[in-house]
């Protein structure tokens, strides 16, 4: 039965750009006249290991100058730019080489390529005269691309090569008439809940600094105070500070206060967020001499101070409490510590966490990933994995040594282990997913893992698990063995042929202790896949596909949001033809795990590997979900990565916290789109459209990503139902593709909704939009 939903409607003119000032066919500075000094208005030279020499030169074929390439022997380099264009249009590219002595290793030589197109490119090898290069290619669904200029088209290339008077000439453009028809009847696989599972790393700011509540930096003293890389700065008599490493409270130094009768040394830490009037709570552990009469903990800010008083301190080290209560809101209150009398103190830690605290967890984003929902968290990692003793995170937190990041830059305080991951866990009421180390690792470690997180309590793990506070055992499911092994990267990084032994033993290890686990193995298309896949399947019951994204191809919007679709289609293609492949998958239904998934791009705002995410992210990984939806027959769990600051959906600063662009996606699509895919034909462009049905089968979820600047017309015809009554519209609003959350600031990003809408009247997708229109339906 056919019954026309719906109208998604006005006028559709396709086209990559909002308006005019965003119109773009044309090659900016595509003779190299505008620039000053060394800079070429409007491109970019990339040289790759200084090599190849690149700048602009007065031998010209118009004009006085043009874009210059040279290199004494092969090497890669370009000159590039960003080209914006008209998606389904065809386009004739012109422009001018000269080569001198060009020797290419694969025969092409010197030209011009689009980076996102397929085309067959033209290229000078010799010595040229100015030559004229033309080539026609059609966009497809891209509307950018970046432009380049190569010494060789296709590989490492020497000589030197002019490049000059480019321009782009469109041809034609398709009209396109977009119409689908959604049955309700033809349903595919459906989607795991688990596509919406989050990535927790010790790495930057996501989980301290981010996740855990603890706001001094350092506070077992991996760093010497006063150092540099020591976020605590020595103050008073310097030379009255002293470092013990003979005897250290924990890891390998604690620092020692002196005070006598000519001065003190005092130690404070600076940069630390208060919320107004709320308490501070936390301890100290401190031993002194006989002569140290008390020994003052000052937390300061703006003109006000609150002192805890420690009157004679003992002689061995002992835990005192900290208490404070804030004032106005500040971002930079400092805490000191400070000896009085004759002697010396030695401070072996310190804590201090805000009263709102939920079991050492931050309560402000606690709160924002209970809104998230994820239902599977993976920890800890992640490249830092593989060098991370499970061991060092558990026991007394103020013991657990601080390390170095085996992977990444600073300190792992080692406050957050296996229990606080399962805490995590149950306060959020999600299930974990625990990697474990191959790397530097071995299959006993692992072992010893899985049977502290899920042996008996009279197993050797067991007890030790309940000598740590936890009789019971949590029952781990989830567990990966390693992480991105196939990357020189990777600590422990090893052959293909090795690791498919090793991870056939640790998976035999850690069976052993739990038949019941589910194993996900190491992943990457390819050989490595194949290896796997054929040497692994009996030992594994998921495998890991990872994947990033960048701001490639010019900046467009349609070509940016598709990356993240296009990338999880590419992932689940490989993996069905995998299983056409490999005689050893033969009844096995091995599905992907994609555990790492995003965009990775622009400045480290929040810490390291900290960026920054904007309204046309939150549109692709829309996209993406939408993806997911199209592939629920292979891909059975993913995991956004990062979940807080590090290329996270969250973002935090010393007080507050706030959904970036992209976590209001993934909050809005958890809570509204549905769970059974329905097939959906027609001509979709130049939208990304995707439908699901709830698991009852009684609402209907069309989810449409617009990633064009103008709004589109969409027919909706649907078979084998009808609509019931009005429908409601979410959306994901901002005021331009460019805009981003702040913490602490109002949120240019939103979700917005619901809107009532009514089946056969005309609905609005507006430009650059993220849209959910729900109906009760009869079926």
Known sequence: MKNLLLLIATVLAISSCRGSERQGTLIPNPSAEEGSGSTVAGWNAETRGGAMIA??????????????????????????????????????????????????????????????????YTGLTGTNDWTKIEF???????????????LGIDGPASGRAWFDDMSLELVSTGKISTAVTIDLADRKEPMSEYIYGQFIEHLGRCIYGGIWAEML???????????????????????????????????????VLGSDGSGTAIMQQSGLGLKPDLDYNGHIVLKATAGITAVKVTLSWADQSQTVRIEKPAGSFTSYPLQFHSGELTHNASIAIEPEGNGKVWVGTSSLMPSDNIEGFRSDVIALLKELNAPVYRWPGGNFVSGYDWKDGIGDRDKRPPRKNPAWQGVEHN???????????????????????????????????????????????????????HPAPWGVKWWSIGNEMYGEWQLGHMSTEDFVKKHNTFAEAMRSVDPGIKIIAV?????????????????????????????WHGGGLMTHVKQIPDAIRE????????????????????????????????????????????????????????????????????????TVNVIGCIKTNTTSSVLDATGQVLKLYRQQFGT??????????????????????????????????DEVKLPVTLLNGTIAGEGEQWQVTAPDDMAANEPGRPENVKISGPVRVSAGKALTVGPASINLFVFNVNN
């Open 55 to 120: 700048f602009y030169d007065y031998e010209a074929h118009e004009g006085i100058r043009s874009l210059m390439l040279q290199s004494d022997r092969p090497a890669g380099g370009r000159w590039m730019t960003r080209v914006q264009m008209k998606p389904w249009s065809e386009y004739k590219f012109t422009g001018w080489v000269k080569t001198e002595d060009l020797q290419a290793r694969n025969g092409k030589g010197a030209g011009f390529r689009f980076d996102a197109f397929d085309t067959e």
């Open 136 to 150: 026609v290619f059609k966009t497809g669904n891209d509307d950018s691309s970046v432009l380049s200029c190569l």
């Open 217 to 255: 930096e350092d506070r077992k003293f991996w760093y010497v105070p006063g150092q540099r890389e020591s976020p605590w700065q020595v103050r008073g008599k310097r030379d009255l500070f002293s470092v013990d490493r003979v005897i250290p409270f924990t890891g390998d130094k604690t620092p």
């Open 415 to 469: 406050d957050v282990g296996i229990h606080e991951f399962m805490t995590f866990c149950e306060i959020l009421g999600t299930e974990p997913y625990i990697a474990v180390n191959a790397g530097l690792g071995d299959s006993r470690q692992a072992r010893e893992e899985v049977e502290y997180c899920n042996g008996a309590p009279e197993t050797p793990m067991g007890r030790l698990r309940a000598a740590n506070g």
């Open 523 to 551: 992943g990457e298309l390819g050989d490595w896949d194949r290896m796997v896949l054929a040497n692994c399947s009996g030992s594994m019951d998921l495998i890991s596909e990872h994947f990033y994204r960048q701001d």
């Open 571 to 642: 992932k689940a293609d490989a993996h069905r033809q995998y299983r056409q492949e490999i005689p050893q998958l033969k009844g096995k239904d091995i599905r992907i795990c994609m555990d790492e998934w995003n965009y990775w791009y622009g400045p480290h705002v929040y810490g390291e590997l900290g960026t920054r995410y904007f309204m046309r992210d939150a549109m692709g990984i829309a996209a993406g979900l939408n993806e997911y939806s199209r592939q629920s027959d292979i891909i059975f769990m993913a995991n956004y990565a990062q």
């Open 676 to 709: 059974i895919p329905v097939a959906i034909s027609g001509e979709t462009r130049p939208l990304d459209i995707a439908a699901t049905l709830d698991s009852d089968g009684k609402k209907l979820t069309v989810s449409v990503v617009n990633a064009t600047w």
